[in-house]
């Protein structure tokens, strides 16, 4: 009798409309039939409820867009550990709030790299050149326009870099590795890497001296 009860309830929830599934029934529902119909529904249901919660918990509307993807990407990688018995809701929030402490976590490490870069025993070197060129931010509203199109003249610019340049760029500027991992993603020695970026900086700081910009310096 309870396994022909047990059957009746399963038939009701796949032929139920989609609104009409629990949570845990549409997530059993993908992790067992493989229904991304049922995942989506799931998506839709949480979309807005989970992407506020991320918003509020992490201050920043794009962390809290890249953590509520990571999230659904992480339900879709371990549905296969979900247990039935438990509910979605909680284990859901679990999953987004430890995405979120990654992603704080990862903003935290760049930007103890970028303070690092100008305070510490770097400083002087090409990446503190580097980080002048790229990252640079005016006080002065005024000069918000000049800040714009400087930075537009050295996003072009870094765009014309030679792949090797640009590799190199990519890797200590925008990941904020050092020089020895840097060296070791790219199969070259420290001192190639080193070399590259005093070249990388070389040229930027040549475009940004053939830009309208140096006239008015």
Not at 82 to 108: C, G, H, M, S
Not at 180 to 197: N, Q
């Amino acid at each position: 009798m309870n396994s022909t009860m047990e059957l009746d309830r399963k038939a009701v929830a796949l032929f139920a409309p989609s609104d009409e599934r629990t949570d845990e029934e549409l997530l059993l529902e993908y992790r067992d039939r493989g229904n991304r119909e049922a995942f989506e529904r799931l998506v839709h249901r949480y979309e807005r409820e989970l992407y506020n919660y991320l918003r509020h918990y992490l201050g920043d509307a794009q962390m809290a867009d890249d953590a509520f993807q990571t999230t659904f990407l992480q339900v879709h990688l371990k549905c296969d550990t979900f247990e039935p018995d438990r509910k979605f809701r909680p284990w859901l929030y679990t999953v987004a709030t430890n995405q979120a402490i990654d992603a704080q976590r990862r903003n935290r490490r760049h930007r103890m790299v970028s303070l690092d870069r100008r305070f510490g025993a770097e400083s002087g070197d090409d990446v503190t050149a580097l980080v002048n060129l790229l990252d640079a931010q005016e006080v002065d509203p005024l000069d918000q326009l000049e800040a714009d199109e400087r930075a537009r003249v050295v996003r072009d610019a870094v765009d014309r870099l030679p792949d090797a340049l640009r590799e190199v760029i990519a890797l200590v500027y925008y990941q904020g590795m050092k020089y020895r991992e840097a060296a070791d993603v790219l199969s070259i020695p420290v001192g190639t890497v080193k070399s590259r970026l005093h070249a990388a900086v070389y040229r930027l700081n040549e475009a940004l001296a053939r830009s309208p910009l140096a006239e008015n310096e």
